[in-house]
């Protein structure tokens, strides 16, 4: 069968289904919303109608194909479907998307429709929502996504905005940020907020205070407490690789101490590791290990590495090179050296991604201070780095080398 059909065409399709939109149809959305009055106290329900073509739904959606079509639904027999929980503006785009292919809204209409979308598992829109509110994930956005899927109940945008404040704080908090007195307080308590003292007291100082006939500022409070404790704060920073970091925080210092010992311990479970011909070349392999340079071969054993004075906020884990053999192995993390938790796991496969990819992890419940290699089966060759921010303990001197 010939199919002859470009690009122009498909738009000029989508064109004229995308104007049949409120024109009429066998089935309604109705959109309810709860709508406070002038008062501030009394809510009324505002009810919107939006008539589409049954079909038309049930060809994009699984669920509303099942309302639709089964006569053990109410939606079935009243021929219309009744959404509460999303406002009549992000379910006009997300219909308006189910005739024209196209959607077109605001940062916040694109979240939205994003998890509505997810509610009645329309795939493809719900991907391309999600796509684009990564490409919008800037600094600049960060603040007005996290109050965005905080309100949205997003788990997963709200981390990734969180993260991407606590990244780059200059950027993001370059402005006084519109978000709730209860999400600034979380951002400028968090520990692994990467800005030096004086920065965070600039920023914070630069916003300046709302003049006197405005409205009461509820961040204000917020913003003054933080600017008294910000004395002393120890800073954080970000590190695609947390021994690499250490190791060249070590030199910048001037080599002063040990770092095997003072800046990271390792502690060996099979001692072939580092087996060489004479100690000092052993001591070497060991500090090699230990900074993360270079490859690690390992049998079924274990090693694991402590941060003395510092700890991790674990973000991610790139593997160097892809696998050439099967092999069975963990990756671990713990904050006490006591209690585990498995950051990446691989039973007897070879399926490691290629050079230089992070992997999938299971997010640690708590900061880490531990990690531990544990190889269970085959032959370990490849070298792991941990992303994430890295922190002076509390209790630790303001210069680390001396």
């Not at 077109?104 to 429709?113: I, K, N, W, Y």
């Not at 996504?145 to 993001?172: F, G, S, T, V, W």
């Not at 519109?178 to 951002?187: G, K, N, Y």
């Not at 690690?296 to 694991?304: A, D, P, Q, V």
């Amino acid at each position: 069968m010939a199919c002859a059909v470009d690009e122009a065409d498909k738009a000029f399709a989508a064109d004229v289904l995308g104007g049949c939109f409120g024109q009429g149809g066998d089935f309604a959305v109705v959109v309810e919303e709860r709508v406070t009055g002038k008062s501030g106290q009394d809510a009324e329900v505002v009810r919107t109608e939006f008539k589409v073509w049954s079909v038309l739904l049930s060809q994009w959606s699984r669920v509303f194909h099942t309302m639709i079509t089964s006569t053990s639904f109410r939606e079935q027999a009243a021929a219309e479907v009744v959404i509460q929980d999303f406002s009549a503006t992000t379910v006009e785009a997300f219909l308006r998307f189910l005739y024209s292919g196209v959607l077109r809204g605001s940062l916040a209409t694109t979240v939205e429709v994003g998890m509505l979308a997810d509610k009645y598992q329309v795939d493809k829109l719900q991907s391309l929502c999600k796509q684009a509110v990564q490409k919008q994930l800037r600094p600049e956005t960060a603040c007005e996504l996290l109050q965005l899927a905080d309100r949205c109940q997003n788990a997963d945008l709200r981390l990734q905005a969180l993260e991407k404040i606590l990244i780059n704080p200059k950027d993001a908090l370059r402005l006084r940020p519109a978000i709730s007195p209860r999400l600034l307080d979380e951002v400028l308590s968090s520990p692994f907020l990467c800005v030096e003292q004086e920065e965070l007291f600039q920023l914070l100082q630069g916003w300046g205070k709302r003049k006197a006939s405005a409205l009461d500022d509820d961040l204000q409070p917020v913003i003054d407490n933080h600017t008294v404790v910000v004395v002393g704060r120890k800073q954080a920073r970000y590190s695609f690789s947390v021994l690499g970091s250490l190791w060249n925080m070590y030199e910048r210092g001037g080599k002063e101490g040990p770092f095997l010992g003072y800046w990271v311990n390792v502690t060996l479970g099979n001692s072939d590791v580092v087996k060489a011909e004479t100690e000092t070349k052993s001591m070497n392999k060991l500090r090699d290990v230990a900074r993360n340079h270079g490859s690690l071969r390992m049998e079924k054993g274990w090693i694991s590495w402590m941060l003395p004075h510092h700890c991790v906020y674990i973000m991610g884990i790139v593997f160097l090179f892809a696998a050439h053999a099967p092999v069975s192995f963990d990756i671990l993390s713990s904050l006490d050296g006591l209690n585990w938790h498995v950051l990446f796991t691989i039973d007897h496969r070879v399926d490691t991604p290629p050079n230089l990819s992070e992997v999938p992890i299971q997010r640690p419940p708590q900061p880490a201070k531990w990690f531990k290699l544990q190889v269970r089966e085959g032959v370990y060759e490849n070298s792991f780095s941990v992303r994430g921010i890295l922190r002076q303990d509390a209790n630790h001197p303001s210069n680390p080398s001396k």
